[in-house]
């Protein structure tokens, strides 16, 4: 007797529909109401710290049931100045089944951490928006802003125009290298100032920036600004919204480096003051009015990163993808 446990690389995660938009879309749905009938949980993070400079690694532990019926952690290593020409960002999430904790499998997941975001911001822009989105200003050209563009491409091939900016122009050329085959035109911007003057319905920034791009006047009546990035939002930005949406609000507004969390700790905003979470927009129907300026900020959170490779593991033992390795292997002790 032996459980294998199921190893995918990136490649094969991909080709399983791991970053397929559509499917991380429902996925997302449905772990969501999951949240809210109790049959999902998000423990706190924990992190150990590396001797690359700046570097940490998080343990970001989930519960999720129903179709999914995994337990699991992604574990991803930050490693900002390692200069080794490894990514910055390296993840893997490991699943064990939820009703008995047999392991399952060990994926590459960068691509899923991307899929899920992604899927979250669709789930703003139809839920969350003051108005029918029609033009998007998307900010970033990394990892994010590329699984943005595919997401935008694949749920909301109605859109009018798509607007995009990045502060390293060619990082931008290279993202948009095939945007003619776009269901909609892609107008790119050299400044973000420039950008920012082009009419939008929703702004999508996803970048890295340290430090605020982001002022009050890219607020505007009847607009959506979703921050998917770190700090791009000024506090300022964030208080001139009339209503601030959430994906969730946890223990990580002690810790978290987002703006709104920030922002938090700095005595200028209050857990009250959230107007909705996603519960509330899928589940309970909460809905701006036309006028507001919605703020919603993403965290990212985990347990959508264990429903995805749930999904994604499953999918791989039908086909039998992977590497299976036997585990565990001989008679069960009694």
Request: charged share 15%; net charge neutral; aromatic share 6%.
């Amino acid at each position: 007797m032996s459980a294998p446990l199921r190893v995918l690389n990136q490649a094969q995660v991909r080709a399983l529909g791991g970053e397929d938009p559509q499917q991380a879309f429902l996925d997302v749905v449905d772990t969501v109401h999951l949240l809210r009938q109790g049959a999902a949980s998000m423990p706190a993070e924990t992190h150990v710290g590396l001797d690359t400079p700046g570097g940490k690694v998080y343990a970001l532990p989930a519960r999720v049931g129903g179709r999914f019926n995994s337990t699991g952690v992604k574990w991803t290593a930050h490693r900002p100045d390692a200069g080794d020409g490894f990514p910055m960002a390296m993840t893997l999430t490991l699943l064990n089944r939820a009703d008995n904790g047999v392991p399952v499998g060990l994926l590459e997941s960068g691509g899923l951490t991307a899929a899920r975001t992604a899927a979250v911001s669709a789930v703003a822009l139809h839920y969350a928006a003051p108005r029918p989105v029609e033009r998007v200003l998307l900010l970033g050209a990394g990892m994010q802003a590329r699984a943005h563009l595919t997401m935008l491409q694949t749920l909301f091939p109605h859109l009018a125009q798509v607007t995009c900016w990045n502060r390293t122009p060619a990082h931008l050329t290279q993202m948009l290298v095939n945007a003619e085959r776009s269901p909609w035109p892609i107008v790119a911007k050299t400044t973000l100032q420039d950008a920012l003057r082009h009419p939008y319905d929703a702004l999508i920034s996803c970048t890295g920036s340290p430090t605020p791009i982001l002022a009050p006047d890219a607020m505007r009546d009847g607009t959506l600004l979703i921050q998917a990035g770190y700090h791009e939002a000024a506090f300022d930005t964030i208080r001139h919204a009339t209503q601030v949406v959430v994906d969730a609000w946890g223990d990580f507004c002690h810790t978290s480096a987002k703006s709104l969390f920030q922002m938090f700790r700095a005595g200028q905003f209050a857990e009250r003051q959230v107007a909705a979470d996603l519960t509330q927009l899928i589940v309970d129907g909460w809905r701006a009015t036309p006028d507001d300026r919605v703020y919603f900020s993403s965290f990212g959170l985990n347990v959508f990163d264990i429903a995805l490779a749930a999904r994604v593991l499953q999918q791989a033992a039908v086909s039998n993808t992977g590497t299976a390795l036997p585990l565990f292997t001989g008679s069960p002790l009694c």
